[in-house]
């Protein structure tokens, strides 16, 4: 399974974006899926998840309420749609593919894809 996110951009604060992960390969529909993000001098953190069906979402405590995360397995893609961003939100984003959802994240990760840059101005 190959990842391959886009979607990123420069925005203002208040803005709105959304991320698209494009998966290439027939198995990625048996994967849950993920997004962390990546900010300058920091570690990567968890930022939302969706189960392999679709049906459970988990999100970080600072983007609840403001993102969120979706599948198509039709498409092979997973998005995630982000309103009200902060400055805060500027980061590297990557998509990523496991095998376990909690409310703490995605585990047992498989697959990276290559990260798209979000820059929140204020």
């Known amino acids: 399974v190959q990842l391959q996110a886009s979607g990123g951009g420069l925005v203002q604060a208040g803005g709105s974006l959304r991320l698209s992960c494009a998966a290439s390969?027939?198995?990625?529909?048996?994967?849950?899926s993920g997004w962390f993000r990546q900010a300058p001098g920091k570690e990567r953190e968890f930022v939302a998840a969706?189960?392999?069906?679709?049906?459970?979402?988990y999100y970080a405590d600072s983007v609840k309420g403001r993102f969120t995360i979706s599948r198509d397995d039709a498409k092979n893609t997973v998005y995630l749609q982000m309103n009200s961003l902060k400055p805060e939100d500027t980061a590297v984003y990557y998509c990523?593919?496991?095998?376990?959802?909690?409310?703490?994240?995605?585990?047992?990760?498989?697959?990276w894809g290559k990260g798209t840059l979000v820059t929140v101005s204020s």
């Open positions: 990523a593919a496991g095998t376990i959802t909690t409310i703490r994240g995605l585990y047992d990760i498989r697959y």
């Open positions: 390969g027939r198995t990625f529909s048996t994967y849950a």
């Open positions: 969706i189960s392999l069906s679709g049906k459970n979402t």
